[in-house]
């Protein structure tokens, strides 16, 4: 998956680099500066006593020694004096330039902390949705995956009114009370005609919940076995070719990496993740019947019994497909997050 949000230890990453936010003396300073040198040994304190100093904003690289990685990307982040300094400049700059550097250097992963988001006072309602913004935009020309470290919660403060609504979304039982009354209210229905008339009318018949929020409405058998004949490859490229995009552009809205997308491309029995179904669901900017039949060529459904179907549900009944504020919340209510897996 192109951009990953992940609780971890940057010091634990085992990728081509990371990326270390220091000082202007590279001299593992605290924070993730002092936990990188002190993980990686003297060596990399010489070698950064060679490198400096590192500008604000800059990015340079040096050897990883005793971390789990090829290399360390070191970035000098700016200290929040209230926007007035420049600062979303300097941070910009930061992840891009690190960014390069990675590139440069061939890496294919990359991890990166949440730059400027502890002593230097980032705002923390701020910080997670900027870094994922300057990483996606980077990633729009770029073939790299990138994995965006948060060591905790603290480090970031989620939207709270997003927060309430997802939550009450989530308990409300509403739904799924009036979805079982539908489901019953047909099958009373049918069964009300012989079978051999229901075989006959099918085509005709109502006997299948076509879903609305708020309401329903019926879909015919034949209908329902009409998207049940194709593959996901070819409903999926169905949706690609109706929607206008490119084969890249989808799949980079997706948050799909490109060597997944040439499997699907190659193999018409190809059967991705659900989470990967889904992603490619909300980069299509598909509603809830369409992301059904898409998620049933793999044998795959939208539940209301489950958190994370849940917070679907909600981002695409409210047509927010974004996909990393989607990733965003999935991460703040503990879910696996859309992409490739």
Not at 47 to 60: D, F, I, S
Not at 110 to 134: E, H, M, N, R
Not at 192 to 220: N, W
Not at 236 to 262: H, P, Q, W
Request: net charge negative; charged share 25%; hydrophobic share 40%.
């Amino acid at each position: 998956m192109p951009l990953q949000i992940v609780r971890n230890d940057i010091t634990k990453m085992r990728v081509d680099a990371i990326v270390n936010t220091t000082n202007e003396e590279m001299v593992g300073y605290s924070g993730v500066d002092l936990a990188v040198h002190t993980v990686a040994g003297k060596g990399l304190d010489e070698e950064c006593r060679a490198l400096a100093p590192l500008g604000l904003g800059e990015a340079k690289i040096s050897g990883a020694y005793n971390l789990p990685c090829r290399y360390v990307i070191h970035t000098s982040g700016p200290i929040w004096h209230g926007g007035l300094l420049g600062e979303s400049i300097i941070l910009r700059s930061c992840y891009i330039e690190a960014l390069k550097l990675a590139v440069k250097y061939n890496c294919r992963t990359v991890a990166f902390p949440l730059i400027s988001s502890g002593t230097y006072g980032y705002p923390k309602d701020q910080v997670l949705k900027f870094a994922v913004q300057t990483i996606t935009d980077f990633l729009n020309d770029n073939e790299l995956t990138v994995y965006l470290c948060v060591f905790d919660k603290e480090s970031y403060t989620f939207s709270q009114s997003l927060y309430d609504n997802i939550k009450s979304f989530i308990d409300d039982e509403y739904a799924l009370e009036y979805d079982e009354y539908c489901a019953e209210k047909l099958e009373a229905e049918a069964s009300f005609f012989p079978l051999s008339e229901r075989l006959s009318d099918a085509i005709e018949a109502p006997i299948a919940v076509k879903e609305t929020y708020g309401g329903a409405e019926r879909l015919s058998l034949y209908e329902y076995m009409s998207q049940m004949d194709k593959s996901f490859q070819e409903m999926l490229f169905d949706f690609i070719d109706k929607s206008g995009m490119s084969d890249v552009e989808c799949y980079k809205k997706a948050n799909v990496d490109k060597r997944t997308f040439s499997k699907i491309k190659s193999n018409k029995g190809y059967k991705p993740s659900k989470q990967t179904v889904i992603a490619f669901a909300i980069s299509l900017q598909l509603d809830i019947d369409e992301t059904q039949a898409l998620l049933a060529t793999v044998g795959f459904t939208l539940s209301r019994s489950n958190v994370f179907d849940k917070i679907i549900r909600y981002f695409i009944y409210n047509k927010n497909y974004n996909i990393f504020e989607i990733n965003e919340a999935l991460f703040e209510f503990d879910q696996v997050l859309l992409g490739t897996f």
